[in-house]
């Protein structure tokens, strides 16, 4: 499979995923009114209603600031977009698939319904994470593979030394 069809193909599984999740939680239960699900000791399902970026960073309550949220959401998918049709690495189109999906995701949420569902809650003991969805898992998962794909791409570019040359 080709880069570029293995980022479109992970963005779409990953706009698909994180839209039925949200749906099938938000519209196909009664999460809202009996929350939190225990999953396991560490893990449950609730509802947070998140109007800002990631881990509930710039919160905006007002349409403007709504509508700037889409606007970036959808600026960075093209323009992450353009850059995954051009990779030539399939890791690095993969990640950023991966992205892109998560970012059309949580900007459905936006335009639909003013703010992002999120509904993952992990924690430890005393220890909590930030409540998110599969939208930011994937980004997050995204991000990463950003970074193995510059670390593996910094290593085929250093010259290999000659162990001719070397003796």
Not at 6 to 25: F, R
Not at 31 to 60: C, E, K
Not at 143 to 155: K, N
């Amino acid at each position: 499979m080709r880069a570029p069809t293995l980022g479109l193909g992970a963005a779409l599984v990953t706009l698909v995923l994180d839209q039925a999740s949200k749906l099938g939680l938000y519209l196909g239960t009664d999460l809202v009114l009996t929350q939190p699900w225990r999953i396991n000791a560490y893990a449950d399902f609730l509802v947070v209603w998140n109007h800002g970026i990631s881990y509930g960073l710039f919160q905006q309550r007002g349409d403007l600031g709504r509508w700037l949220l889409v606007g970036l959401s959808l600026a960075a998918a093209i323009g992450l977009s353009v850059w995954m049709l051009r990779a030539s690495s399939r890791l690095l189109a993969l990640a950023l698939g991966l992205i892109v999906g998560g970012a059309l995701g949580n900007a459905v949420d936006r335009i639909a319904y003013g703010a992002v569902f999120d509904f993952v809650h992990l924690h430890v003991g005393d220890w909590s994470w930030y409540v998110f969805n599969v939208a930011d898992a994937a980004i997050v998962a995204g991000v990463v593979g950003l970074v193995l794909d510059a670390a593996t791409e910094r290593r085929r570019a250093e010259p290999q030394a000659d162990p001719q040359r070397e003796a």
